[in-house]
């Protein structure tokens, strides 16, 4: 047992939101340069860029896990987080299932490439990863749960796309394994005007875009090993593991 240090909200170049430098190779160099054991890649509305990412970080010794940033037809964010990118295909086909069919816009959203290793463009989405999915947060996390993964409603405390932004409340009955802070400016405030959110393990990620941020907001997990399992017991403060925000 030990502590683990891991950022598990993560975009690549994938996401038209996500730098230009947000490779799958330059995300896994700058998390070994921030000494990371575990990051979780979670572009929007997709999980095409799970697997290689994960191949390069078996090189470095850092755990990948494969994942994404959800947006519920509320228009909640949420991270789905799996074990490995074979689950994280099977989710895949959910999400192609029910992402609403507008066109991506390159000039006014930015470009959606799917690249290798050496940094190619393979191929390019069309559809617009940050559009809603015809699914609610309830039929999210039950999707999540049937395969095993981590439902964490993110960065709550943000004043657009959090679960108390387009709900107005935390819904009592939803399950979930974690709730995710942003750490801005005013975060401890929200924290104690909501003393309901602490029922669940609060964890705090970078979500980064680019590559400086990497890191720059973490949450390390006391564990047996990087497994996703492991992350869970930790997140319920469960068999002594546990978890801390820096």
Not at 73 to 96: S, W, Y
Request: aromatic share 6%; hydrophobic share 40%.
């Amino acid at each position: 047992m030990r502590w683990y240090k891991a950022d598990l909200h993560i975009h690549t170049v994938l996401s038209p939101c996500g730098d230009l430098d947000m490779s799958p190779v330059n995300i896994i160099r700058q998390a070994n340069l921030k000494k990371l054991d575990i990051i979780a890649v979670t572009d929007h509305n997709s999980t095409r860029h799970c697997r290689i990412t994960a191949h390069i970080g078996k090189r470095y010794g850092i755990k990948v896990l494969a994942g994404a940033e959800l947006n519920t037809k509320e228009e909640v964010h949420c991270l789905a987080i799996f074990e490995n990118a074979d689950i994280a295909d099977v989710f895949q086909e959910v999400i192609d299932l029910n992402l609403l069919p507008v066109p991506n816009d390159p000039e006014i959203f930015g470009h959606q490439f799917i690249v290798d290793e050496e940094e190619n463009i393979l191929d390019e989405e069309v559809r617009l990863l940050v559009a809603s999915l015809q699914l609610s947060v309830d039929e999210l996390s039950d999707q999540v749960e049937r395969l095993g993964g981590l439902f964490i409603p993110a960065h709550i405390d943000r004043h657009h796309n959090g679960i108390y932004s387009q709900l107005g409340f935390l819904p009592p009955a939803l399950k979930v394994d974690a709730l995710e802070v942003s750490r801005r400016s005013g975060f401890k405030q929200f924290l104690e005007a909501h003393p309901e959110v602490h029922r669940h393990g609060v964890i705090t990620n970078s979500d980064a875009h680019t590559i400086s941020l990497i890191g720059e907001s973490i949450t390390e997990y006391y564990l047996g090993d990087t497994g996703i399992e492991e992350i869970r017991l930790a997140l319920h403060t469960q068999n002594g593991r546990k978890l801390k925000t820096t």
